[in-house]
């Protein structure tokens, strides 16, 4: 089992920053692959970042150029740098993780964290 928990979200202004941290235990090894991914009020959840165990990283075209995934295995931990922030960003924000990276960008990861509130105010 792997428990993964979610932290650093809240409320900011438009065009201010955020960073999200995703820790993980128990049995990570080989669960290598993780995700952030977002689900706002009446929209369906979506993908942001992934990152592979040897840092290959994939971006939602809505977040290129202002957010950064990356991870510190020393920590296992996964962060999610969010700069110039819009209202758009408004969501709850999930970290996930599966042996397959394929299941990442599928959004069928097998271990999910409980989520963190982004709020951007305008």
């Known amino acids: 089992q792997v428990h993964l928990v979610e932290s650093g979200g809240g409320l900011v202004q438009a065009g201010g920053s955020l960073r999200l941290s995703c820790a993980a235990s128990g049995n990570i090894f080989g669960i290598p692959n993780m995700g952030w991914y977002r689900q706002a009020p009446g929209k369906q959840r979506e993908l942001v970042a992934g990152?592979?165990?040897?840092?290959?990283?994939t971006y939602a075209d809505s977040v290129k150029g202002r957010f950064t995934i990356s991870r510190d295995n020393d920590e296992n931990t996964v962060y999610l740098q969010m700069n110039s922030l819009n209202p758009e960003d408004t969501a709850v924000y999930y970290c996930?993780?599966?042996?397959?990276?394929?299941?990442?960008?599928?959004?069928?990861?097998?271990?999910w964290g409980q989520g963190t509130q982004v709020t951007v105010s305008s």
């Open positions: 990152i592979t165990g040897e840092a290959y990283t």
């Open positions: 996930a993780s599966d042996p397959t990276y394929r299941r990442i960008l599928t959004l069928h990861p097998q271990y």
